[in-house]
């Protein structure tokens, strides 16, 4: 060992070392405990000294408030910025080789009506190349959050729990509820890959186009036990924009917005079931599209040019509100379609079109 390596065996000898520039390589020895926030300055490596060595920043953490809106560091894809969050745990290593491993149980951030400011929960790695995240659980408790961000902002957006590219994930469990608030703030977002996603209480959006779950990494199951209802402009209930989800289980989709799509495929799935029906109250208005606000009718299931599913069952029925909304649009082929229910659109005005 020389000059440039240090070994460290307490939370306090860390973070000297990762403000040392002539420390190159920190080696953890041991468990280090409650761990502050820490960042590796440029060049600096850190690896552990055996399998038991490990840092804990967190377990059970509860943030009150917080506010990560001046963060300026912001991850870039899809023609939008992702603002950091309360609970912010980001591999910026440029280096395909270093990987950070963690296991994230008990979060949770804000109050109902007092949410935290940004994201709530985000977690990511350095991009589609890079150093990875690799997380074995991210377990969430309530989360409330509001970005903040200003309307007519398209290429920022915000999540209440988000998992960023190069986010590998084992299981995400969202345990209590999860609500945004603000302008671009999705309620659950992926960017990553994550084998099993399930929400176990309700998701909630109160802003124009805050989406309840939007996917453009790989979700292999997803299933979310609670409904999805959203009240903002353009706010839809689920989308899948880029990658995929295998398995996509809800209990019931309701939107109350002009532009709020209920469910909106734009890429090939496998199956997707809904045990509670979809339901929309809104007409034609904007929303929010990869950093571009467009158009959208607040048709109740919308599978677009590209999009496809191999089965799709829908009990308690697809229903409309607003004029001359269409429960459901095909551009893309559905292998196997089930709706028990039947389709209803409340709100006519099908003779003008």
């Known amino acids: 060992m020389n000059n440039q390596e240090k070994i460290v065996a307490t939370v306090d000898a860390l973070v000297a070392a990762t403000n040392d520039a002539s420390v190159q390589r920190i080696v953890i020895s041991g468990k280090l405990s409650n761990a502050p926030s820490i960042s590796l300055t440029r060049g600096q490596s850190m690896r552990g000294e055996d ?51 963690a296991d994230l149980v008990g979060l949770s951030a804000g109050r109902d009506g007092a949410p935290v400011r940004g994201s709530g929960i985000f977690v990511s790695g350095a991009g589609d190349k890079g150093g990875r995240l690799i997380v074995r659980r991210l377990e969430t408790d309530a989360v409330y959050s509001d970005g903040g961000i200003a309307p007519g902002t398209p290429d920022q957006i915000t999540g209440g729990v988000f998992t960023v590219y190069g986010a590998h994930v084992d ?87 002009d532009g709020a799509v209920g469910i909106q ?39 677009k040019p590209g999009g496809s599913a191999r089965e799709i069952e829908i009990s308690g029925g697809i229903k ?14 559905i292998e196997s379609l089930r709706v028990n229910g039947g389709f209803v659109a409340a709100g006519g005005g099908f003779d003008k079109i």
């Open 51 to 101: 399998d038991g060595a490990a840092i804990t920043f967190v377990n059970g953490l509860d943030i009150v408030a917080a506010d990560a809106r001046g963060e300026k560091d912001r991850p870039h894809g899809y023609g939008v910025y992702v603002l950091q969050g309360a609970f912010t745990l980001w591999n910026m290593q440029l280096d395909d080789d270093v990987t950070i491993s």
């Open 171 to 257: 299981v995400v469990r969202n345990r209590g509820p999860v609500t945004t608030y603000g302008v671009n703030d999705m309620v659950l977002d992926n960017w990553g890959v994550v084998d099993r996603w399930t929400a176990e209480a309700k998701i909630t959006s109160h802003g124009p186009s805050g989406i309840g779950f939007v996917n453009f990494g790989t979700v292999h199951e997803l299933k979310v036990n609670a409904p999805i209802e959203t009240f903002g402009q353009g706010a839809r209930g689920f989308n899948v924009y880029t990658g995929t989800v295998n398995l996509a289980e809800f209990d019931r989709v309701a939107t109350h917005a």
């Open 265 to 303: 495929i734009s890429q090939p799935i496998g199956r997707l079931v809904v045990h509670r029906g979809i339901e929309t109250f809104g007409g034609t208005g904007p929303s929010l599209v990869k950093g571009v606000v467009i158009s959208l009718s607040a048709i109740g299931l919308s599978i």
């Open 320 to 333: 409309t509100h607003g004029s001359g909304v269409a429960p459901i649009e095909q551009h893309g082929s």
